[in-house]
Antibody, heavy 122, light 112 residues
């Protein structure tokens, strides 16, 4: 049974870089069956897709965040990571990692991690 | 600013049927991209509820059903139960300059 777990600092200072890791267990991150994604949810608000990566390293980012986001994959550790630079209070959110599977035309979010709250504050 | 619009809230008594709409445009739902639905119970992560417009993953009760027509989609919950009280989000793909993977604004379902 595939499982995902986010990890990283829960508090980041303004202007610094937010760094999170998602560890995949119960399956291989190198599987061609999955894309791996990051989604966030500000407190009391809706869901926002941040970006996605394939095991080969191919990435897609939300244009609204693209200039600040880097997503990478480490197949040796079965992990993928998120870096968001120059954070502000508006980046305070619960961050989820997800395993995406292929639908008829495009991919969708099949499995989700439990999420981790990241607060941006000095 | 989501490109998929949902009603903020819907409510119903136990046993009743409620529906949640998800309105998009010609660059997402209307372009033929599938709609998926997620259920988020209080304090938990979203969970896939419906994929490919109308398919239920294993373990999802058949009380939940989805449909799509034109630029909109709907999620129906029949025989509403107290455990269905949650937030529900639709999701699709957008081929415009907006985010590729877009979520709806979310709907809070309250069981009276």
């Amino acid at each position: 049974q595939l499982q995902l777990q986010e990890s990283g600092p829960g508090l980041v200072k303004p202007s610094e870089t937010l760094s999170l890791t998602c560890t995949v267990s119960g399956g291989s991150i190198s599987s061609s069956s999955y894309y791996w994604g990051w989604i966030r949810q500000p407190p009391g608000k809706g869901l926002e897709w941040i970006g996605s990566i394939y095991y080969s390293g191919s990435t897609y980012y939300n244009p609204s965040l693209k200039s600040r986001v880097t997503i990478s994959v480490d197949t040796s550790k079965n992990q993928f990571s998120l870096k968001l630079s120059s954070v502000t209070a508006a980046d305070t959110a619960v961050y989820y990692c997800s395993a995406m599977v292929r639908g008829v035309l495009v991919w969708y979010f099949d499995l989700w991690g439990r999420g981790t709250l990241v607060t941006v504050s000095s | 600013q989501s490109v998929l619009t949902q009603p903020p809230s819907v409510s119903g008594a136990p046993g009743q049927r409620v529906t949640i709409s998800c309105t998009g445009s010609s660059s997402n739902i209307g372009a033929g991209y599938d709609v998926h639905w997620y259920q988020q119970l209080p304090g938990t992560a979203p969970k896939l509820l419906i994929y490919g417009n109308s398919n239920r993953p294993s373990g999802v009760p058949d009380r939940f059903s989805g449909s799509k027509s034109g630029t909109s989609a709907s999620l129906a919950i029949s025989g509403l139960q107290a455990e269905d009280e949650a937030d529900y989000y639709c999701q699709s793909y957008d081929s415009s300059l907006s985010a590729l993977y877009v979520f709806g604004t979310g709907t809070k379902v309250t069981v009276l």
